[in-house]
């Protein structure tokens, strides 16, 4: 079962405009990575933020985290076309048999247009 | 080019085959992920190996397998295909097992059709 899903599971910008994306997942967490997807393509690692963490950034991205609502958004601003991707976030926590794993949620598609 | 290489691209069987889909991560990573994403779907957790040792197991079909060589590669063996395992497989690595700061590195991943 997946652990994130992210919300809207679409969403269609213009070029300049902020783009919001949100997660949602179940149980506590040790961290929580958000990652881009181009079409067809492999995931590429975009930022991690721990869950002692409440926000964070890199570049154009902000990424915040409530824990106590079990959430998380992904804030892109001034969006560019190259942005439109899938964009999914994966929390990580020890499982039940002590072994560490990630879950990815759903995902966003993004479409940004120019 | 991430450093993590899949093999091959692309592959079309026929129902009830077998077919294995290998994975080279990235130098000096020792834990490997294979991961299924089928149509419109997010990534399923198939398995994990740490240096040639299974760690962990997500939602692995009993018909799917997989192991982890001394030099690091791992393949994924899927028998008795049906039509439902077309998918992306992915292969991801990390430099180590349990929680890690930097993410895993994905390949490119496996387009498996089944027809």
């Known amino acids: 079962s997946q652990q994130g899903e992210e919300d809207p599971q679409a969403l269609s910008i213009q070029e300049g405009e902020n783009a919001t994306m949100n997660c949602s997942y179940k149980?506590?967490?040790?961290?929580l990575q958000w990652y881009r997807q181009n079409s067809g393509r492999g995931l590429v690692h975009l930022i991690l933020?721990?869950?002692?963490?409440r926000e964070k950034h890199s570049g154009r991205l902000r990424v915040t985290l409530d824990t106590s609502k079990k959430s998380s958004s992904l804030l892109i601003t001034a969006s560019r076309a190259a942005d439109t991707a899938s964009y999914f976030c994966a929390t990580g926590s020890y499982t039940t048999s002590g072994t560490y794993k990630y879950i990815f949620g759903t995902g966003t598609r993004l479409k940004v247009l120019a | 080019d991430s450093g993590v290489t899949q093999t091959p691209k692309h592959l079309i069987t026929a129902t009830g085959q077998r077919v294995t889909l290998r994975c080279s991560p990235r130098s000096g990573d020792l834990s490997v992920y294979w991961y299924q994403q089928s149509l419109d779907q997010g990534l399923q957790f198939l398995i994990q190996y740490y240096n040639g040792e299974e760690r962990a197991k997500g939602n692995i079909l009993e018909r799917f397998s997989a192991q982890q060589f001394p030099d690091l590669h791992s393949e994924l063996n899927l028998s008795s295909l049906e039509l439902g395992d077309s998918a992306l497989y992915f292969c991801?690595?990390?430099?180590?097992?349990?929680?890690?700061?930097?993410?895993?590195?994905f390949g490119s991943g496996t387009r498996l059709t089944v027809v």
């Open positions: 149980t506590s967490i040790n961290n």
């Open positions: 991801a690595s990390s430099a180590r097992s349990g929680a890690t700061n930097y993410g895993y590195t």
């Open positions: 933020i721990r869950s002692n963490e």
